[in-house]
């Protein structure tokens, strides 16, 4: 299990990380909120609106919803300059809420530098995301934004079946007491077994 989430991480980080902004209407829908574009591995299985009956806060909130056998995932997303951002730490941060989402939904933050490639990139498909039906749970991404950084791209992501909604997003500066969530707990603070002494596992 742990392996296969690794594997679809990967292939997820992957494409999200090779995205380039499309024109808005990219997946033949109009109902895009003003300042979005639809994306992903197949956005032309998912449909993305404004919903005035269902939100957290405010009057409305953001939804993308799995058209009949959905493949793959979309997302609704924006990008931006990174000139205010550099040298600052920052949170993207945002409710969300799901019905039926068979496999998981979350959020997703990328910083680009001017020749697209990619600096640093972290989504929520870890103990952060989302799936079956749950009410309105906040979801959190801190990321350095280095120097070198050029372009933001953040989004909503859906992989198959269901639907999620998106309210009361943010994305402000932290301080450096606010880790980051870009799997450095994972990463260790020297090589270990290179003498490879230490049996397996």
Not at 62 to 85: G, N, T, V
């Amino acid at each position: 299990m742990e392996a296969e989430w690794e594997r679809t991480r990967a292939e997820t980080t992957k494409i999200l990380s090779e995205l380039q902004a499309p024109l808005p209407d990219a997946a033949g829908n109009n109902a895009l909120p003003k300042g979005w574009y639809a994306t992903g591995a197949r956005p032309e299985d998912y449909e993305f609106g404004i919903d005035t009956q269902v939100f957290h806060s405010g009057q409305a909130s953001a939804f993308i919803q799995a058209r009949p056998a959905a493949r793959e995932f979309a997302s609704l997303a924006q990008w931006f300059k990174a000139d205010a951002y550099r040298g600052k730490r920052m949170r993207l941060s945002a409710m969300l809420k799901t019905t039926d989402v068979a496999n998981w939904a979350g959020l997703w933050l990328r910083v680009d530098d001017a020749l697209h490639n990619v600096l640093e990139f972290d989504n929520t498909m870890d103990s952060r995301s989302l799936s079956g039906t749950q009410s309105w749970s906040r979801r959190d991404i801190v990321l350095d934004v280095p120097a070198e950084g050029a372009t933001i791209y953040l989004g909503l992501i859906l992989t198959g079946e269901g639907r999620v909604w998106c309210d009361g997003m943010i994305f402000e500066e932290v301080g450096l007491d606010t880790p980051v969530t870009r799997n450095v707990g994972k990463l260790l603070d020297h090589p270990e077994n290179l003498d490879f002494g230490s049996g397996t596992g």
